[in-house]
């Protein structure tokens, strides 16, 4: 017995035998996509396309950026993924500052090291 013949009849589709036929009133043209189904696809492809194109162009931008900062800054990580601390500004430590006084209440003061003395003054008196 041979099972091809059996399984391309079963399967949908079929694969052998006549193509079947179509309800009484139903043209072919009414079950394809038509033009209006080839157009949408091709706008899709088309926009797909450019979508790709800006994608590549941004990242190979900000690759170019990252190299040139790490030239700018002769700062060069041993591998890719390391992690370095982030430099902040002085208003960013400001206001991380305040908000730690704002929550926790004012930070205790402490006080300061003694400075090494200088050789060209003379010491204070105590």
């Given amino acids: 017995m041979d099972l091809f013949p059996l399984l391309s009849s079963v399967s949908p589709g079929g694969g052998?035998?006549?193509a079947p036929e179509l309800r009484p009133g139903l043209n072919e043209q009414d079950i394809t996509p038509?033009?209006?189904?080839?157009?949408?696809?091709?706008?899709v492809v088309v926009l797909l396309i450019v979508v790709i194109r800006d994608l590549a162009k941004r990242v190979r931008r900000m690759t170019y950026r990252a190299q040139v900062e790490e030239e700018m800054y002769g700062e060069e990580p041993e591998f890719p993924g390391e992690i370095t601390e982030a430099e902040i500004s002085a208003a960013q430590q400001r206001s991380r500052v305040a908000a730690a006084e704002a929550r926790f209440g004012p930070a205790p003061v402490t006080e300061p090291a003694p400075a090494e003395a200088d050789p060209e003054q003379p010491p204070s008196p105590r």
């Fill in 34 to 43: 038509g033009i209006e189904g080839f157009l949408f696809t091709a706008v």
């Fill in 16 to 18: 052998g035998g006549d």
